[in-house]
């Protein structure tokens, strides 16, 4: 099965905690993403990462950190900076080529709740 | 920031009508995606249209795109009840090679 698994499906967190979210591929994808994505709102960019080991700030990354040391592997961490992080986190990758003629392939989500 | 900009942003329709969702946008672009987002899960994608198409169709699907109003629209005909979900657009400026700015949806519901 070919595709993007996000873990885990819910996540509760306390106030002051850091959580990580686990977003892995097997769609030998370059370029992955994490989107935040609020109730009836459209998808905001976190972060995304063209290669292993690089990764650029999207439009609301404070309080936020990423890794890239594998190919496969984009883990999310939202730290106890980010003061309101209840929402929905999604996770996208996309083939080579870059956007110009590639669709972005979507996780099912992680619903991070903050207690 | 958030280009696109989806109306309305909700829609009701009996099933076996056309559903007809718009997407306006600010800055000149590459191509125009539409992404399918069934509730509290990922994202799918239905099409992308370049900026030099004027008109893409896939099975019930059509999608225009005119760069002059910068705007585009998505036509579902013949809308079955599976067909509930929330459109989004999302678009591809000329600058950025990899990120996609997506709109706030357009929430379809088809009653059967």
């Known amino acids: 099965d070919g595709g993007i698994t996000q873990s885990p499906k819910y996540l509760f967190r306390k106030e002051g905690q850091n959580v990580t979210l686990s977003c892995e591929q097997n769609l030998n994808h370059d370029a992955m993403y994490w989107y935040r994505q609020d109730p009836g709102q459209g998808l905001r960019l976190i972060y995304y990462?063209?290669?292993?080991?690089?990764?650029q700030k999207g439009d609301i990354a404070e309080g936020y950190s990423v890794s890239r040391e594998k190919k496969e592997s984009f883990p999310l961490t939202v730290t106890s900076a980010q003061k309101n992080p209840t929402a929905f986190y999604l996770c996208?990758?996309?083939?080579?080529?870059?956007?110009?003629?590639?669709?972005?392939?979507f996780g099912p989500g992680t619903r991070l709740t903050v207690l | 920031s958030q280009q696109g900009e989806e109306d309305p942003q909700a829609l009701s329709i009996q099933e076996g009508e056309n559903a007809t969702m718009n997407c306006s946008y600010k800055t000149s672009i590459n191509n125009l995606q539409w992404y399918r987002q069934n509730s509290g899960r990922g994202l799918v994608h239905l099409i992308l249209?370049?900026?030099?198409?004027r008109e893409k169709h896939s099975g019930r699907l059509r999608v225009t795109l005119d760069t002059s109003k910068k705007s585009s629209s998505l036509l579902i005909t013949a809308s079955r009840a599976a067909d509930t979900a929330s459109y989004f657009c999302a678009t591809v400026s000329r600058a950025g090679s990899y990120q996609l700015t997506f709109g706030k949806g357009t929430k379809l519901s088809v009653i059967p």
């Open positions: 996208a990758s996309l083939g080579g080529g870059g956007v110009f003629d590639n669709e972005q392939f």
């Open positions: 249209i370049r900026s030099n198409e």
């Open positions: 990462s063209q290669i292993v080991n690089d990764f």
